[in-house]
């Protein structure tokens, strides 16, 4: 699960192009890579080795502020669980 820490006030609530997962993050810019399916660049390549591509494949829908973080929180995790709420 990739959740943003209690008592954040603002976040993106992002959407990834490639797997279609929903998540939050602290981070607020237009596009991010997804945590899910995104790969970060390996920076210790052979000599024969092809530099990966890094796709920032995840867009950012909306910035959450203010108690509507810990609501959209609670819903991404409800959806995640199936309704099972009884853990958080």
């Known amino acids: ?3 943003v820490p209690d008592g ?4 993106g609530f992002y959407e990834c192009e490639d797997c279609g997962t929903r ?3 602290v981070q607020t810019g237009p596009w991010m890579i997804c945590p ?3 790969e970060e660049a390996d920076l210790e390549i052979g000599p024969d080795e092809e530099m990966p591509e890094v796709r920032e494949a995840a867009v950012l829908l909306q910035v959450i ?3 509507d973080v810990e609501k959209m929180d609670t819903l991404l995790s409800l959806a ?3 309704g099972d709420y009884g853990w958080i």
């Open 23 to 25: 998540f939050l993050s």
């Open 65 to 67: 502020e203010g108690d």
């Open 80 to 82: 995640v669980t199936g």
């Open 8 to 11: 954040t006030e603002r976040c």
């Open 1 to 3: 699960m990739y959740f």
């Open 36 to 38: 899910y399916c995104g």
